[in-house]
């Protein structure tokens, strides 16, 4: 998948750049939010880690030491310079509901995010689509084909996640280049109508 | 969005090594967004001073802009880290930076035209 980057390499931007913007891509494990961010970004897909440490207080309590459990959160992301001055970045997390500071890092001041969404495992995305909205950020759903997937009606999908009626809903293939950029392309103008 | 005042009780249980560690909170870093983008400032005579991290991620932005989630990235580090580092190497005239847009400019037509003429330039 990999074929166009060149693995280790780090570009620079222009010193000319005034804008960074972010674009989120969540949903669940194993969705293809990696896939995704590969297939449209100008630079190989990097990955940082945020390790937190959670304490374990029912484990102190059973083992008697001073236990505490490290939990790394992973980001993948990846950029694409759009023009002169603006750059875009992509970044996937997984969607748990523990790591409420990697929320905050990453929805601060971002566009809107676009939900990947396999129409056969509908509930695994509902943690994903609750943290979204709490942290109000606009989003647009797509669908991901995996193969033999069987067709699942907009309908159907629009009841069961419970969207709005303007939420976009797209079909995209993560592997697809097209495909990606035409789901972000649906999210940039539903963010678009929003501002009217 | 919460602030750390009225963050939730799970929160709580989530303490981040570093803070504690370096013994400071995480307001001093809050310039630093994921997205900030960072540059070696142009006189680096004093470069040999600096331990081997903050040497290397000032070599890394020399010439031109990354952002700090590639820092991260690029050295490997945690996020948390290099706004440590960051924020150091900013007061001590290290790096510069440039700021994210505010949220309203964000929300701005202008940008989100931008994005969208880039993205069917680049892929339509
Ligand atoms: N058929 C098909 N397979 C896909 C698509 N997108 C991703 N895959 C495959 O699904 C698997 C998981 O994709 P990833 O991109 O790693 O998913 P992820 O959401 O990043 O997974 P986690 O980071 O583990 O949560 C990989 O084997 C991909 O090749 C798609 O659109 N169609
Ligand atoms: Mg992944």
Known sequence: ?196 | MTTSEEHEPEFDALVRPYVITNGRGFSDSDRFDLVTLVTAAPDQQRKAHLGPEKRELVELCEGGYLSVAEIAGHMKLPIGIIKVLLTDLAEDGYILTRAPIPPAQLADIQVLQEVLDGLQARFG
């Not at chain 1, 929805?107 to 809107?112: F, P, S, V, Y």
């Not at chain 1, 293939?173 to 972000?184: G, I, M, T, Y």
């Open chain 1, 1 to 196: 998948m990999d074929s166009k980057h060149v693995s280790g390499e780090k570009t620079l931007l222009h010193d000319k750049v005034q804008i960074a913007a972010k674009i989120l891509v969540v949903g669940h494990f194993a969705v293809g939010k990696t896939t995704f961010i590969g297939t449209l970004s100008e630079i190989p897909p990097l990955r940082t880690e945020e390790t937190m440490t959670q304490a374990a207080a029912h484990i102190d309590d059973l083992k008697g030491t001073t236990g505490k459990t490290t939990t790394t959160v992973a980001m993948d992301f990846g950029r694409l310079t759009l023009n002169e001055r603006l750059v875009l970045y992509l970044f996937g997390t997984p969607g748990q509901q523990r790591f409420v500071q990697v929320w905050e890092d990453m929805t601060r001041g971002a566009l809107g995010a676009l939900v990947l969404v396999d129409p056969q495992r509908l509930k695994e995305s509902f943690a994903v689509m609750d943290l979204v909205e709490k942290y109000g950020v606009p989003y647009a759903i797509a669908v991901n084909h995996f193969d033999g997937t069987l067709a699942r009606s907009e309908e159907e999908l629009r009841e069961a996640l419970d969207l709005l009626p303007e939420t976009p809903v797209v079909t995209c293939d993560a592997r697809d280049e097209k495909s990606s950029a035409n789901a972000l392309v649906a999210l940039v103008r539903y963010l678009q109508s929003r501002t009217r």
